[in-house]
C-alpha cells in the first residue's frame, strides 16, 4: 500500500552552481517542525533518497496523490514559479477545483516576497511570512485544515522563584516583545491586512499555549471580527479599517502580561 502523508513539501531544492537553496533549509525547518508534531511529511530530499527512487517524477506524483495538504516554501518568486515546484503546486490546485481532493489545501510558506508578487494561485491561498513563531502558526493552519486535534508544543516553564528565574523565560518575554512589536508596526506595513491577521493569530496562539486567561483574549476576537467585516478586505485592499484604539490596548494587556511572567511566585 503506499504510504499516506498529511503534507507535501514544494520547494526548490538548488541554485543553478548546486548549491542548497534558502527554500531548501527552510522547507528543511518545515519539515523537522511539523514531524515532532505527528504529522507526516513528505520531503523529496529525505523521501526519495531513504527509497532511493530514481523515477523522480513518478515519485513526485505518488507523493502528490497520497498528501492531504501541501506548502509552498519560497524565498524568492523565481524560486515558486520554478519548472518542478510550479508543477507541484499547479497540479495540486487542479486536484481541488477538478473535485479529486475536495478537501485539499493550499498554504505558502515565504520568506522575503511581497505578497502582492506571488503567482496569482498562490495569492488566493494562505500566506504564512517567516518570523518567529511562524512555524508554530503553520502548524496550527494545517492541523484546522486536516481536522485534527492540536498536540502541543513542549514547552516548559518551571516555577517561579525570587532568585532564579524560570525556565525559558527569556525567549517567553522575547516571543512577547516580538507580539507587542509586530502589533505596533502593523499599520506602516504595506500589506497590512495580512500583516495584522498573522500577527493577531499568533497573539491567541501564545495566550493559548500559556492558558492565559486575560481581556487580551476578547480584543483579539474584536479585532479579527473587526477584519472579516472589512468592505475594503473584501474588495481585495491591503489596508483594512480596523480600530487603532483596540490594538492600542491589545499591546497594554500584553505588557501588562509581560509582568506578571516578571514576578517572582508569591
Known sequence: ?????????????????GTRTKD????EDIYQYLSTRKLSVFLSTIELEARGVSAFKKAIDS???????????GTNTKNLESEWVKYEWDGFFNDIISGVKPDGRVFSYIDGIE??????????????????????LLYRFVTNALNIDIIPAQVIVKQRSENKPPEGLESILRA????????ANFNSNPEAIYYIGQTLVECDTFLDDYRINDEATSL???LIEEIDTDERRKEGLF????????????IRRFREIRKRFMQPAG
Open 1 to 17: 500500500m503506499e504510504k499516506q502523508y498529511d503534507v507535501f513539501l514544494s520547494f526548490k531544492e538548488l541554485n543553478l552552481d
Open 24 to 27: 531548501s533549509v527552510l522547507a
Open 63 to 73: 507523493a502528490l496523490d497520497a498528501s492531504r495538504v501541501l506548502i509552498a516554501v
Open 115 to 136: 505578497f502582492k508578487l506571488l503567482p496569482r494561485a498562490l495569492r488566493q491561498s494562505q500566506s504564512i511570512i517567516h518570523r518567529n513563531g511562524s512555524l508554530e
Open 176 to 183: 512577547i516583545d516580538n507580539l507587542i512589536r509586530a502589533l
Open 220 to 222: 483579539i476576537d474584536d
Open 239 to 250: 489596508d483594512p479599517v480596523i480600530s487603532v484604539g483596540k490594538v492600542r490596548k491589545l
